[in-house]
RNA sequence: GGAUCCUUAGCUCAGCCGGUUAGAGCGUCCGGUUUACAUCCGGAAGGUCGUAGGUUCGAGUCCUACAGGAUCCACCA
């Protein structure tokens, strides 16, 4: 044996022999033990996130395995919808082209084969780090059987009433191209200047005067003395695209204090007016919209058309003032602002007909589940944040005007719904744009079909839910669904299409989901509520959030300040076991962990303690059998003094293993890998092996002691930890990965 | 505005179903190399466990208030 652990001798060979043993696949045989793994995006190489979550699942699967169950680790790679989509348009544009230059089946395959040249890549890296996963059942949430399902899932829905089409007023990134929900929202605090402007007999306060144009009613307070003469009256307003005669309503959502105490009334484009045209619909007009799609105003904006939005405030503004019609301006007012998740482009609100899903029902059984027990949270405080999320969710909208992703079931006949809005291309690839109905007079319906782009059915479209085209004559929606709804069927999903047919009448519900806590809301509660539909029964028992893993210094890590951790370098300079024992030992579930280079240098110290530690007791061991062979037993090992400290030295260990499966157990992971580190160096090598120098403890006993520390190390660390099992004697199982956990 | 969490050694953090002298890693200081490991060993310094009350025979560990910090949520134009 070298005098030092080099990982890089080891790793890859160990991998491929322990893959080659078949342990990484079930038995047939035990205990069901299940972990799906939260699919990684298929097209983006791992990140440090992804190395925390590989460990400590995979520290369970072997955990568990050891302990005579029939482990599923089951491994998947998501199509991530926007965030591909986002990454591909940006590849198009470096190219000179757009996403408007391809029909949509076109760019769908596009994407498709550019995450398939990609999508190795995380697979690899994952191995690299040591997981224990079943790679043959490996899923993509694309996959055929996978997107079949999902599909059936939302006829289900649609059949038991929970599916509803309806237009309001959606989160929309201009830039993205497609609405998102609630969840996908940032808020930022901005400073938005406050205008005050002149409004027919009223001044009033906004931060938008460009969205004056789809202003449909003004707004004040009831009990506001200022005002009661106006209340219900019709007053005429002279604005910048000549004059208007607007209605003076009055609702007590209106702030006094606020400004003047006058709202102008723009249901199109604000949240809070798009609900109080819902509340005052018999005085106010509907929704007049007035900025597209394309995040520009339109005709209904006068002379203002084609600028975009904050081209338009300026504008205005400008004009405004020539016209004396500005009374004043706050420019230190600050607000709070919708941003895109993904691009940060300002969140335009508009109104788009949607496909929404009624969670009420949804969430009322996930309460039940939680408060009943049935799921566990691990991490701090976030069962009590679910609890809080579950009980005030708003309904689910899963339409997305993205192209990668899964096509919504639904069909609109084309004869029947005339009024369709359709974008195609032509056979000479020109983009065509109008109504279906006008459409068919020069095109045929096959030739839309073919270069279809995008349809935008009214409201009133009439549709049909079926997984397959109910006939020749229909056009499918174009939007696909969230990511998210996807995922939220994944434990059930992955189960059910597996090419074992057992899968699912085994493994589900599974056991544990260990994930980040920034998506519990995203996916650990969709997931619950949507397998409680599906199956009545809860996906997982338990749920453990890990934290984020920040830098040395407790920062985020991010490429923009260049503290990124990445996990291969890592794993190239320290070995896979540092790493992974760096990233685990001292976590807590649902906090983050300041992990930086000296604490991976510390556990590359670990892997070399354990190498030479073993270097130490094989030589001891087999000097003392060859002494035993010639007959001549060592006279420091002999005698009752050396049979007493055996005994106390197994008692003690007894101990620890005991404390350690406890650990584990209580899914306190980070707790287990430090006692184990706390036992192994500071008793087992500084106290008992130096024992056994004096001739205290003897060469067998602590041999037997050695295999059991690296039992207990093997999960979190088991690299090192199989490359030392292979130089001992053989007694039991040839691989550690299948030995059995010490009693 | 609402919610959640945190405040323990110089730094980063464990420990908390309450129970003898409060732990680790890194760092600091002193000493050590006749072969398991200098990626090491032995030893030392360093903490009134945020503040103030309370419960208790006994509290970093439970409760309350306060202070500071972090995060998440929220439609004041």
Redesign the pocket.
């Known amino acids: 044996m070298d ?4 990982p890089d001798l080891f790793e890859d060979k160990i991998y491929r022999d322990w893959e080659k043993s078949g342990t990484f696949t079930p038995k047939a045989k035990g205990e069901a033990y299940s972990i799906i793994m939260p699919p990684p995006n298929a097209n983006d190489p791992l990140h440090i996130g992804h190395a925390c979550f590989v460990t400590l699942e995979d520290i369970y699967a072997r955990f568990e395995r050891m302990r005579g169950k029939s482990v599923l680790w089951l491994p998947g790679t998501d199509h991530a919808g926007i965030e591909t989509q986002y990454v591909f348009e940006k590849r198009l544009k470096k190219e000179g082209k757009s996403r408007f230059d391809f029909d949509r089946g076109t760019l769908y395959r596009m994407i498709w084969d550019y995450v398939e040249e990609n999508s190795g890549t995380a697979i690899k890296q994952m191995k690299k780090l040591g997981a224990s996963a079943d790679w043959s059942r490996t899923k993509f949430t694309l996959d055929k059987d996978v997107v079949a399902m999902v599909v059936d899932t939302f006829k289900k829905l649609y059949d038991d009433g929970l599916v509803y089409r309806e237009v309001r007023l959606v989160n929309y990134c201009t830039s993205c191209g497609t609405a998102f929900s ?2 996908e ?3 930022v ?1 901005r400073v ?1 200047p ?1 205008y005050y402007m002149k409004y027919g007999p009223f001044t ?5 005067p460009e969205t004056k144009f789809g202003d449909t009613a003004i707004e004040v307070h009831p009990d506001d003395k200022r005002y009661q003469k106006w209340i219900g009256q019709e007053v005429e307003v002279k604005g910048l695209a000549g004059k208007f005669k607007m209605r003076v309503i009055a609702d007590r ?12 009334v723009t249901p199109a484009h ?3 007016d798009f ?1 109080v045209y819902l509340k005052h619909k018999k005085e106010v007009p509907g929704p007049k919209q007035v900025i597209g799609f394309d995040g520009r105003m339109n005709q209904l904006a006068g002379k203002y058309q084609g600028l975009k939005v904050m081209e338009a405030r300026k504008a205005v503004v400008a004009d405004l003032t020539k016209r004396g019609l500005m009374e004043k301006v706050d420019e230190t007012y600050r ?4 941003v895109c998740y993904r691009c940060g482009t300002t969140i335009e609100p508009l109104p788009l007909p949607q496909f929404y899903i009624k969670v009420k029902p949804l969430t009322q059984r996930a309460l039940r589940a939680l408060k009943e027990k049935k799921v566990k949270i691990f991490g ?3 069962d ?2 679910l609890n ?1 999320w579950l009980k005030s969710l708003d309904d689910w909208n899963v339409s997305r005007q993205i192209v990668w992703g899964i096509r919504l079931p639904i069909w609109y006949e084309a004869d029947k719904n005339p009024e369709v809005e359709v974008k195609f291309l032509n056979k000479d690839k020109k983009l065509i744009s109008d109504q279906v109905g006008e459409l068919l007079k020069n095109y045929s319906l096959a030739e839309i079909k073919r270069g279809l782009q995008s349809l935008r059915a009214p409201l009133t479209a009439k549709f049909t839910v079926s997984p397959t085209s109910p006939g020749e004559n229909f056009l499918q929606e174009t939007d696909t669904f969230d990511t998210w709804f996807s995922s939220s069927q994944w434990p059930l999903v992955t189960l059910k299409t597996s090419r074992f047919k057992d899968d699912f009448k085994r493994f589900y519900p599974t056991s544990l989901m260990e994930t980040a806590y ?1 998506i519990l ?1 995203f996916w650990v509660m969709r997931m619950l509520f949507m397998g409680l539909y599906l199956t009545g029964k809860v996906p997982f028992e338990k749920v453990y959030l890990h934290g984020l893993i ?1 830098d ?3 920062q985020k890590m991010s490429k923009s300040k260049g503290n990124v951790v990445d996990p291969v370098e890592v794993i190239q300079k320290y070995g896979a076991d540092a790493l992974r024992m760096a990233l685990v030992i ?3 579930a ?5 992990v930086g280079d ?2 991976i ?2 556990m ?2 670990l ?3 354990i190498w ?2 073993a ?2 007791v094989i ?1 001891s061991n087999n000097t003392h059998s060859e002494h035993s062979r010639s007959g001549v037993a060592p006279a420091a090992h002999s005698g009752s003094d050396s049979d007493l400290k055996d005994e106390k030295f197994k008692k003690e260990l007894s101990g620890v293993v005991k404390q350690i499966t406890d650990q584990l157990e209580a899914m ?1 992971p ?2 287990a890998a ?1 006692t184990v ?2 036992y192994f ?2 008793w087992f ?3 008992c ?2 024992q056994n ?1 004096q001739g205290k403890i003897s060469p067998l006993a602590l041999i037997k002691g050695l295999r059991v520390f690296l039992k207990l190390l093997h999960p979190f660390v088991p690299f090192v930890t199989e490359a030392v099992w292979r130089q001992l004697p053989k007694t039991e199982e040839k691989l550690l990965i299948g030995a059995q956990w010490p009693a």
């Open positions: 005098k030092r652990y080099q609630n969840l929202v940032k808020h605090e938005s406050l009033l306060a906004t931060t938008r959502r209106v702030d006094r204090k606020f400004g003047t105490g006058v709202v102008k604000d949240f809070n609900d607000n709070t602002i919708g701090a405080g976030y009590k944040i809080h920034d809301i920040r040395e210094k407790g001292r976590s807590t649902g906090r983050d962990k300041n000296d604490d240098r510390g590359r110290n892997t070399n303690k030479n530690a270097r130490f030589v306190k980070g707790l430090e580190y706390f160096w500071h090598c500084d106290e092996i130096e120098k």
